[in-house]
């Protein structure tokens, strides 16, 4: 049986696989027919080396076998990707294992883990190097680890299978040092479960030739053999990465948003500082947008917000990180010492639009987002509104039904941070290297390079290049 189905896997690879994706069918194939429960799969794939074609080959193979298939990624634009390539549906994790609970439904509380009706299903989730087993923040859904819940969702109904594919040379989790639903120590003595793994390292023959990817590969080799005093990058002559002036940087994305559009074009910087002074740069030299916001701006959510959904069970909710286009701005509000505007919205990632009361304070601020001062002080002003209403739940629900407390926190979206752009794609991608002579050049910032590069499809424009890294 096993035999069979790498052979069917094989068969449904565009080209001939590299020595490290014949072993990776094999021990998926046995993987598929070993019916122990507890096993996962870790697939592991540096840039280039076929990982996306191996995935979508598994999903071809397991549909024609008559199973059912469901793809899951950390965000909504990585579902976008896997969707692409697979040309297979793919939904975000959190909206295929979470539900409101009651409480949920009603005051905008928690999400429980829902249960997994879908027995026998293989379930292949990418990106995996973002999923942490722990929050960063304080989280409404479920254990407040989305590791432990996946496992928990996809472990609740018998029969299911669930790989776990990656990119270890990027950046971990927020506050952690390792990716682990990628890591077979954490994943077999943390969560005593029987591992298969693989590692993809061999490039593909179809992108050899790839400048971005010929950078991204010595970046990896420097992460495995040791980064040294300095990082030294090895641009081709040739190819589709150029290191460009910052007199040149608007001219050259001026070109980018004529060629390929402000949705295929991003900044990757290493700070919400450094994005700010690229956003406002943006905006005011390239774009010459001279109100604050205007029709055709593109933003990216700070905070999630579970008030504008369409879905009884707020799966739907306008996630942190999700990009969205201003189509309309209406009515401008000044209250309890903040500015609001009303807007329609294109979120990008969903394929629908929403009417959204927005806070503008956040859009030029240095933070991530508002800082927790702030909330607390909006919280307190719109609480003190409803003083009047009786019962705690009811002021409570109230609040947060509130149209300025629910408001949509936003920034700019031309220039994002790397752990921002990270799980997307961009056909134009410009990294700002001018803080990186000030940066400890070590493993961290290594990956945190190798994430920048492999963020572009098509063209990568290295932004004010220390010359001692060249």
Not at 134 to 141: D, L, Q, Y
Not at 259 to 281: E, F, P
Request: contains cysteine; proline residues 3%; negative net charge.
């Amino acid at each position: 049986m096993s035999n069979c189905l790498a052979e069917q896997i094989r068969k449904n690879l565009p080209f001939t696989p590299t020595r490290s994706q014949d072993s990776a069918i094999d021990k998926l194939a046995n993987f598929f027919a070993d019916r122990r429960p507890y096993s996962v799969f870790l697939l592991r794939g540096y840039a280039g080396t076929g990982k996306t074609q191996l995935i979508a080959a598994v999903v071809k193979t397991v549909l024609e076998q008559g199973a059912d298939c469901e793809l899951l990624a950390p965000t909504g634009r990585a579902a976008k990707v896997l969707t692409a390539y697979t040309c297979h549906q793919a939904y975000t994790i959190h909206r295929q294992i979470y539900q409101a609970s009651a409480a949920g439904i009603e005051e905008g509380g928690s999400y429980r883990i829902r249960r997994n009706g879908a027995g026998g299903t293989v379930f292949i989730v990418d990106e995996s190097s973002m999923i942490g087993n722990e929050s960063a923040e304080p989280t409404p859904f479920g254990s407040g680890s989305l590791l432990n819940d996946l496992l928990s969702y996809v472990s609740n109904t018998d029969g299911c299978s669930l790989i776990f594919a990656g990119d270890v040379a990027q950046l971990p989790p927020v506050g952690s040092e390792v990716s682990p639903a990628l890591d077979a120590r954490v994943m077999g003595d943390a969560y005593g479960l029987h591992i298969y793994e693989c590692t993809l390292m061999e490039v593909v023959r179809q992108q050899e030739e790839s400048a971005i990817l010929s950078l991204a590969t010595s970046l990896r080799q420097l992460l495995s053999e040791g980064v040294g005093e300095k990082i030294k990058l090895r641009i081709p002559a040739v190819g589709d990465v150029s290191a460009i002036s910052g007199a040149e940087l608007i001219d050259a994305l001026d070109t980018s948003y004529s060629d390929v559009g402000l949705a295929d074009t991003i900044v990757v910087s290493y700070s919400n500082k450094r994005a700010l002074a690229y956003n406002l740069g943006i905006r005011g030299q390239v774009l010459y947008y001279e109100e604050e916001l205007v029709r055709g701006d593109r933003l990216v959510v700070t905070r999630n917000n579970y008030h504008y959904c369409e879905r009884k069970d707020k799966t739907d909710f306008v996630a942190n990180g999700e990009i969205v286009e201003v189509l309309r701005l209406g009515k401008q509000y000044a209250f309890y010492g903040f500015r609001f505007v009303d807007a329609t919205l294109a979120l990008v990632e969903q394929g629908r639009e929403i009417e959204a009361r927005l806070i503008l304070d956040g859009l030029t601020g240095e933070t991530a987002g508002l800082t927790s001062a702030q909330r607390q002080s909006l919280y307190e002003a719109v609480a003190e509104d409803y003083s009047s209403v009786e019962g705690l739940p009811a002021r409570r629900k109230a609040i947060r039904e509130d149209a300025f407390f629910s408001a949509l926190e936003v920034k700019y979206a031309y220039a994002v941070t790397c752990h921002k752009a990270q799980g997307g794609q961009w056909r134009h991608v410009y990294i700002d290297m001018g803080m990186l002579s000030y940066l400890p050049h070590d493993e961290q910032l290594c990956r945190w390079l190798y994430t920048a590069v492999t963020r572009a499809s098509e063209r990568l424009f290295l932004v004010n290049t220390p010359q001692d890294m060249l």
